[in-house]
């Protein structure tokens, strides 16, 4: 996952959603650094409705 988010802060994005979901948090830190230049809409609008708390994570 760390290398998949390294290729772009999307797939920082999707990486950050996959282990929050499943609740790993091994390297989240560093992944969620690459995606703080997304607006909190678009972070919630890729975790989707169903997965708010984990969006929540911190």
Do not use: C, N, Q, W
Not at 22 to 41: K, N, Q, S, Y
Request: a negative charge.
């Amino acid at each position: 996952m760390i290398s998949l988010s390294e290729t772009s802060e999307t797939d920082a994005v999707k990486a950050l959603r996959f282990k929050a979901i499943h609740r790993d948090m091994e390297g989240i830190d560093a992944i969620a650094r690459r995606t703080v230049e997304f607006l909190p809409v678009y972070m919630l609008e890729k975790f989707g409705a169903t997965h708010l708390k984990e969006f929540a994570i911190g």
